[in-house]
């Protein structure tokens, strides 16, 4: 905690550099413990990448700066002046909407990235915004927040600025962050960590898992969202699965 008299301008500084460190270590435990797990199942995936893994936990860790400091200052209005939608007490709205909650930010944060990653692979925005996550060939379980800084920018504003209108209980926004960590990591791991009875059945059609995500680090026009496949069925980008990532699971190089 902070004395109550710490200067605004300097107790935000402080709170933007201390959750940028936890975004930090965020990062380096989750793409740290599915690069050891890769390292485990599918031994030899990631030679001759090392050089690729140092670039991108160096764009990863401007990343963390630009995602914490957004979070920190929000979080400290929420608990010094009462900022935004987040609440603490359980009983404030019924226990339903909690699960309820986290599917509306979710989708939100879903339907967020669907439309400006699409808008980010037109050709000028995507050499300035984009290439950056792109250059990563194939992706890794260190890919999921290499990105250039103005493509950070666009994707740390919008759970901070949710907070201000959807209201979420302080735990399921942590469940939030946990899914989308979760999943970014998974999603680029460069192997399918689900089961095939997962990834095709009903629920895999319109949930993403690697399978559907690595099919747009290998086309790029194609299988734009995040979690869910909805915004790409609607606008017909969905191209189904990798054929990579399919023939390496029906040979058993992956939990199936």
């Known amino acids: 905690m902070l004395p109550a008299d710490t200067p605004v301008l300097l107790a935000l500084l402080i709170v933007s550099i201390a959750t940028s460190g ?7 435990a989750s793409s740290g413990l599915f690069a050891w797990l890769t390292r485990h199942v599918r031994p030899g ?3 001759g990448q090392r050089a690729q893994i140092a670039r991108e936990i160096r764009w990863s860790l401007i990343a963390t700066l630009i995602y914490g400091a957004p979070a920190g200052i929000v979080l400290w209005g929420w608990n010094h002046w009462g900022w935004t939608q987040i609440y603490a007490d359980f009983g404030a709205y019924p226990l339903w909407y ?6 509306i930010y979710l989708f939100v944060q879903d339907t967020w990235f669907y439309w400006t990653h699409r808008a980010m692979h037109a050709p000028k925005l995507f050499r300035i915004l984009h290439k950056v996550h792109h250059n990563s060939r194939p992706p890794t379980a260190w890919t999921a927040m290499s990105f250039h800084w103005s493509e950070s920018l666009i994707g740390a504003v919008l759970i901070p600025a949710a907070v201000f209108f959807i209201p979420i209980h302080l735990s399921m926004l942590a469940a939030v962050v946990t899914i989308a960590t979760i999943m970014g990591v998974t ?4 192997w399918e960590i689900f089961p095939r009875i997962l990834v095709h059945s009903a629920l ?3 949930v993403i898992t690697a399978s559907h995500h690595e ?3 290998e086309e790029f026009r194609c299988n734009f969202g995040l979690y869910f496949r909805f915004w790409d069925r609607l606008c017909g980008t969905d191209r189904g699965l990798s054929a990579r990532l399919a023939r390496s699971a029906a040979q058993g190089n992956v939990p199936a």
């Open 45 to 47: 995936l990631y030679d």
């Open 215 to 217: 099919k747009h680090h």
């Open 187 to 190: 999603n680029h791991m460069g």
């Open 22 to 28: 936890i975004v930090a270590l965020r990062y380096f």
């Open 204 to 206: 895999g059609r319109w």
């Open 98 to 103: 909690l699960p309820l909650s986290v599917l």
